[in-house]
Structure formats: structure tokens, C-alpha cells
Nanobody, 117 residues
Framework: QVQLVESGGGLVQPGGSLRLSCVASGSIFSRYAMGWYRQAPGKQRELVAL???????NYADSVKGRFTISRDNAKNTVYLQMNSLKPEDTAVYYC???????????WGQGTQVTVSS
């Protein structure tokens, strides 16, 4: 089972930027699609961005043009660059394999992102 550790969250003002990182254990990381998800208080967890093993990306409409997902297979790491942050981006952010996310398993501790003035 792949273990995932997210980091990089924090408190940022509206319009600011953050870069999240997710380090995955295991030697076959490069074979998997990876996703960034978020869960705001009182809301269901939602998919924010997805990157395939080949590097193709997909984004939720709410973050298109502001967030960029990328991966470094040599470092077993997936990133989420978040620009032009809005208060509605406030949530706990998680990374996961989409296969596991769909089954509701293998979630890490997440990293808190708070956008507030």
C-alpha cells in the first residue's frame, strides 16, 4: 500500500500563493495517476486536480487557470501550485491515488490551507 505525506499548507491572504507537496512511498509511483483533493468544513471531499502517469492533467472548474498539478517521479512527489487563492479555497488538502480515493481508503493526514485576510 502506498503511503502518502502531504505538506506545504498554511495561512495565506486572498490573492496569495502556496505550493503543496505530497511524497509517496514505493518504487512504482510513476505508474500511477495521482490526484489532489480537498475537504472544506461541512462539505464533501472533492477532486481538485489530477495528473496521469503520462503527465496529462485535469482540473475542477473552480480552480482552472489558478492551480497547477505536477509530478517528479524521481522524487516520488506530486505538487499542487495554487495561485490567486480565494477564501473558498480554504480546506484540508489531500493527495491520493484516484483508485483508492474512489474506494474511500488510504487517505493521509492532509494539509490545512486557510485563505483569509
Amino acid at each position: 500500500q502506498v503511503q502518502l505525506v502531504e505538506s506545504g499548507g498554511g495561512l495565506v491572504q486572498p490573492g496569495g500563493s502556496l505550493r503543496l507537496s505530497c511524497v509517496a512511498s514505493g518504487s512504482i509511483f510513476s505508474r500511477y495517476a495521482m490526484g489532489w483533493y480537498r475537504q472544506a468544513p461541512g462539505k464533501q471531499r472533492e477532486l481538485v486536480a489530477l495528473i496521469t502517469s503520462g503527465g496529462s492533467t485535469n482540473y475542477a472548474d473552480s480552480v482552472k487557470g489558478r492551480f497547477t498539478i505536477s509530478r517528479d517521479n524521481a522524487k516520488n512527489t506530486v505538487y499542487l501550485q495554487m495561485n490567486s487563492l480565494k477564501p473558498e479555497d480554504t480546506a484540508v488538502y489531500y493527495c491520493n491515488l484516484p483508485f483508492d480515493a474512489e474506494k474511500g481508503r488510504n487517505w493521509g493526514q492532509g494539509t490545512q490551507v486557510t485563505v483569509s485576510s
